[in-house]
């Protein structure tokens, strides 16, 4: 028997904003195997009760120790063998960015890269944080396991995946060093599984909010579910859905089967 998966994942830049917005119909009527989020800028105990008893469904959080800021969240059906919230270093362990799933066969990172744009400082953050998350993930190939990793990731990697390169080839998200990152990373053999089934231009996830730019399409595609080339055999389909409103990022998708 094999198993068949159905993910999504989405930043929604904070939880209680979008619930204001019909997330808990949406995601019930989406009835995800598993459902990622990031930003959800929640400590576990301030998650609303119909959100932290959904039926049928396990909840993880990762919060960070500031106050209203990053976080992440894992619901999933099937429960995992275990949970990690972070690489194993405090400096990037206490912002509430990591949750590790091990399910076995299976291991899904939901991850919540860090933004580079407020300075020097976030943005050497940044590129450490990359570094650090490729040297674990490839721990976790080496032990042979499937790989499911997926989030935000903060930058866009293609000229495809921006609609104005050229304007923003000097902005954190689309910098050469951090696009070389992201070659850096599919050249150890992850697939960007969008890709897979769609090369068309004009496929965002991400729009400033302050220009209106989602009426214009005028986005990113910084949002991602990669999985190691043994799991990419097993992709049915990955999509993206710009029409669900109430964050300036939209959920992604993936249909995954996997040997049972």
Same mark, same amino acid.
């Given at each position: ?10 930043? $929604? ?18 009835? /995800?195997?598993? @459902? ?36 992440? %969240? @894992?619901?999933?059906?099937?429960? /995992? ?34 933004? *580079? ?16 998350? @490729?040297?674990? $993930? ?5 032990? *042979? ?19 104005? /390169?050229?304007?923003?080839?000097k902005t954190s998200g689309f910098l050469p060093m951090e696009r070389e990152w992201m070659d850096r990373f599919v050249e150890r053999g992850y697939?960007?599984?969008?890709? %897979?089934?769609?090369?068309? /231009? ?42 669900? %409103? ?15």
């Amino acid at each position: 028997m094999a198993n068949r998966w159905k993910l999504l994942s989405w930043n $929604v830049n904070g939880l209680r904003a979008v619930v204001k917005k019909g997330f808990l119909q949406w995601f019930l009527q989406e009835d /995800p195997d598993i @459902l990622c989020l990031q930003e959800s800028k929640l400590s576990e105990d301030q998650v609303p009760e119909d959100l932290r008893q959904v039926p049928g469904y396990h909840l993880y959080v990762s919060s960070a120790q500031r106050k209203g800021y990053s976080g992440v %969240m @894992l619901y999933t059906k099937t429960e /995992p063998q275990s949970v990690l919230y972070g690489f194993g270093g405090d400096e990037f362990d206490n912002e509430g960015r990591i949750i590790i799933a091990d399910y076995g066969h299976l291991v899904l990172m939901n991850i919540y890269f860090p933004n *580079g744009r407020t300075g020097q400082e976030r943005l050497d953050y940044k590129m450490r944080f990359y570094e650090a998350f @490729l040297e674990f $993930v490839e721990g976790m190939k080496a032990q *042979g396991r499937r790989i499911v990793v997926c989030g935000d990731v903060n930058t866009a990697h293609k000229e495809i995946d921006i609609a104005r /390169p050229r304007e923003n080839a000097k902005t954190s998200g689309f910098l050469p060093m951090e696009r070389e990152w992201m070659d850096r990373f599919v050249e150890r053999g992850y697939v960007d599984t969008f890709r %897979m089934f769609n090369q068309e /231009p004009g496929q965002y996830t991400w729009w400033d909010t302050i220009s209106r730019a989602r009426e214009r399409n005028v986005g990113w595609r910084i949002d991602y579910f990669f999985v190691d080339q043994g799991a990419s055999e097993g992709v049915e389909s990955a999509w993206i859905m710009p029409e669900v %409103m109430g964050s300036d990022h939209c959920p992604i998708g993936l249909r995954l089967k996997l040997p049972g």
